[in-house]
């Protein structure tokens, strides 16, 4: 029979979810429900983006459907290493044996969708007869789910548009981000637990024309930390276009009461003067009106209820974005799921029941190691992380049977679980996360001065 599959979220986990269900020949009809508007529409300027990494694990969940990775491919720029800008203008070069993915989420997103209508077109005509497979409606915001009559209530959110459509499932895909509707509902279902926690940075979006940033070499992802928890990272877009992000603490953060262009100048000569030298006076200006953004992370003890609803991407297992691994674990869901599929073709209830039992462990563990590979204090990070990255890292490359790769090469250049690499690094991360409570701790006293 076929199914119904409503997926809510047309971030890359639902749209590459989409991709996977509809090559299997007639099986699902699939509808994807999006609470923005379409992102081919929106103008770049005033889209929310920020540039993504897409390494081994991403990879490979885009490989599978045909087609896929190479056009992700043709709007990436390949990088080979992160340059880490440090005082003076000194630097430490972190290279990579095999090259990452660099683009924007929106281009991902983008691509995605077009290659999707171009091969599954919603055709109207079609649709009055029933016999559709696709169907995007973008604002359309998720507002109310029913386990019991499986159903989902959406808000068209479009202008000149009100009003609620309600539509029936018989699988229901949550794919909806860290802040999920749909995963707001397993709390009213039997033992769900959910644990919230907000990263102690916060971030806004910073954007450079490529003339004012000439300096900064294409393909490196360049970061500069300074002392006081405050870091940033830049990397080219395929178009020479420059962004990224500036971090600061999330708590007594220094950004939150600006309101002049000066003190922006200030703040950059301060903690990021390499950046302030390439800052143009227009980025100073929209810099200042960018909005605060914050990072949950999530943890949940169950991604299914029963046989008809699934949570995966974000809405799952939302990490901090300091590995880069937050997307390449939603596409990883993806093709995880795919794989259950086939392991239980015709038990769908038994599919949701194993991606719980399965994927928990690695998610679980992604979450730990976001949140612990990379101490807050630069001291920590410069003395110790980086001697340790690179001796094993050239260890490795003299004798690969007796050493394993660094942890970053696990995590960006195999698809090892995340569990087994926690596993194996369980030390580094223990001391990172006694290292970063202390610096928390310093940051919050009130001894603690801070520019603002
Ligand atoms: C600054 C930053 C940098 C990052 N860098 C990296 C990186 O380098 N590499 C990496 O792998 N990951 C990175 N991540 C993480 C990555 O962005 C996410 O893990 C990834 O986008 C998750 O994909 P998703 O499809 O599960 O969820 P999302 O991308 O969050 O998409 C969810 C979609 O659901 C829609 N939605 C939400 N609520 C509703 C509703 N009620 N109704 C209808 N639609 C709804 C949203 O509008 C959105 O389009 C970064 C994250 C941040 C914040």
């Known amino acids: 029979m076929i199914k119904r599959v409503v ?4 971030g890359p986990s639902g749209v590459l979810l989409a991709h996977y269900l509809l090559r299997r020949d007639e099986q699902y009809n699939v509808e994807i429900y999006e609470r923005r508007s379409d992102p081919q529409t929106v103008p770049f300027s005033s889209a929310r983006t920020f540039p993504l990494v897409l390494n081994q694990r ?3 969940a885009l490989s599978k459907v045909e087609g896929i ?7 990436s720029l390949e990088s080979t290493g992160s340059l880490v800008h440090q005082k003076k203008g000194k630097t430490q070069f972190l290279p990579r044996k095999k090259p990452i993915l660099i683009l924007d989420r929106r281009r991902l997103v983008v691509t995605l969708l077009k290659m999707l209508t171009q091969q599954y077109s919603s055709d109207l005509r079609k649709a009055q007869q029933r016999s559709y497979r696709l169907k995007i409606h973008f604002d359309h915001q998720c507002k109310q789910v029913d386990f019991e009559a499986k159903t989902v209530t959406f808000e068209n959110t479009a202008v000149n548009s009100i009003g609620e459509v309600t539509v029936g499932y018989d699988l229901l895909i949550g794919a909806d981000g860290a802040r999920s509707r749909v995963r707001e509902q397993f709390l009213s279902t039997n033992q769900f637990e959910l644990e919230k926690k907000y990263v102690p940075s916060a971030y806004k979006s910073i954007f450079l024309p490529a003339e004012s940033a000439a300096s900064l070499k294409a393909g490196y992802i360049h970061t500069w930390r300074s002392s006081d928890g405050i870091f940033a990272t830049l990397v080219h877009d ?3 276009l420059i962004n990224g992000t500036v971090n600061f603490p999330r708590e ?19 903690y990021l003067p390499e950046i302030a030298e390439l800052l143009p006076e227009s980025e100073v200006e929209a810099f200042l009106n960018r909005p605060i ?5 999530i943890r949940c003890n169950r991604y299914h209820h ?3 609803v699934l949570l995966i991407g974000d809405a799952a297992h939302a990490t901090s974005p300091s590995l880069g691994q937050g997307c390449n674990a939603s596409l990883e869901d993806v093709a995880f799921f795919d794989q259950l599929l086939d392991e239980y073709p015709n038990d769908i209830g038994e599919v949701l029941k194993q991606f719980t039992l399965r994927r928990k462990p690695d998610a679980h563990a992604l979450v730990e190691l976001s949140d612990y590979t990379f101490p807050l204090s630069s001291k920590l990070l410069f003395l110790e992380l980086f001697i340790r990255l690179r001796t094993a890292q050239f260890m490795h490359q003299l004798f690969p049977r007796y050493f394993s790769p660094s942890l970053l090469q696990l995590l960006s250049e195999t698809t090892i679980p995340y569990s ?10 223990s001391k990172v996360k006694q290292a970063n409570e202390k610096f928390l701790e310093r940051q919050r006293s009130p001894q603690h001065v801070r520019l603002n």
Do not use: C, Y
């Open 58 to 60: 991403g990879m490979t």
């Open 252 to 270: 007594n953060n220094p950004i939150v009461n600006f309101s002049t262009k000066e003190q922006v100048w200030q703040f950059f000569r301060e």
């Open 238 to 240: 395929i178009d020479g």
């Open 306 to 308: 029963g046989d008809s």
């Open 7 to 10: 997926i809510v979220g047309a």
């Open 293 to 297: 953004s914050t990072i949950l992370t």
């Open 420 to 429: 087994e690499i926690l596993n194996s690094h369980k030390g580094w991360i």
């Open 69 to 75: 990775l190479a056009a992700i491919k043709a709007v």
